[in-house]
């Protein structure tokens, strides 16, 4: 955060350096809702919002407000709008995040720009087309953990109760931290949770 303002103040009405500032702030607002007193991961949709520093976002939608003012889009405007779209309302705006991905895309198309596309493409409820999409990314993110643990995700959703064990296994496996870890031991427990 600090060398995102030093660079802001050293390149004034520079929108890709307001755009990364604005997204290190709303990023950084969620930081004490992220993990529960047990010490485990807490998803972005299920955070106490009360623990969000709303100054941190407010600052951080004005300096999104701003960029995009300057019509120059880049990579950093648009993950700031992503990340925007999670902080306003009562909920993430999925449908709005797959259009910012598809746009994302074309500036960056990266195996994990592509996950995280599918990925909103599951939870906004295209679930067909999301499975699709990670389906096309078995090869390049076979060791990436989240690629693991959003397919058990839609495995999961989609009542292929066993084939979201398996991949809720090597999720668990890769897990970067034990907060991670014992989310998705709490997830592969629960219940399917298949669309109605």
């Known amino acids: 955060m600090f060398l995102c303002r030093l660079l802001n ?29 047990d010490g485990v991961t807490v998803p972005l949709g299920e955070q106490d919002r009360t623990k969000w520093n709303r100054g941190q976002i407010d600052e951080g939608l004005g300096l999104i407000d701003t960029a ?15 990340a ?4 306003q309302g009562e909920a993430s705006d999925w449908a709005q995040i797959v259009l910012l991905y598809d746009s994302l895309l074309r500036l960056e198309p990266t195996p994990v720009v592509r996950l995280n596309r ?11 087309p ?10 390049e993110l076979r060791d990436y953990q989240p ?3 959003a397919r058990a995700e839609l495995l999961s959703r989609m009542g292929q109760a066993d084939e ?16 991670d870890a014992a989310f998705l031991r709490q997830r592969a427990e629960r219940p399917l949770r298949t669309a109605t």
Not at 71 to 76: F, K, N, V
Not at 130 to 135: H, I, K, Q, V
Not at 167 to 178: F, K, N, R, T, V
């Open 130 to 139: 999301a499975m699709r999409s990670l389906d096309a990314l078995s090869a």
């Open 84 to 87: 925007a779209c999670h902080v």
């Open 147 to 149: 690629y693991h643990a």
């Open 9 to 37: 103040r050293l390149r004034p009405e520079d929108p890709e350096i307001e755009g990364c500032l604005a997204l290190v702030l709303i990023t950084h607002a969620r930081c004490l809702a992220r993990v529960d007193g």
């Open 118 to 128: 599918a990925v909103a493409l599951c939870e906004a409820g295209w679930q067909e």
């Open 68 to 82: 995009m003012r300057r019509r120059a889009p880049g990579p950093y405007q648009i993950k700031a709008a992503i």
């Open 164 to 179: 979201a064990a398996k991949a809720y296994a090597i999720a668990i496996a890769l897990a970067g931290s034990p907060s």
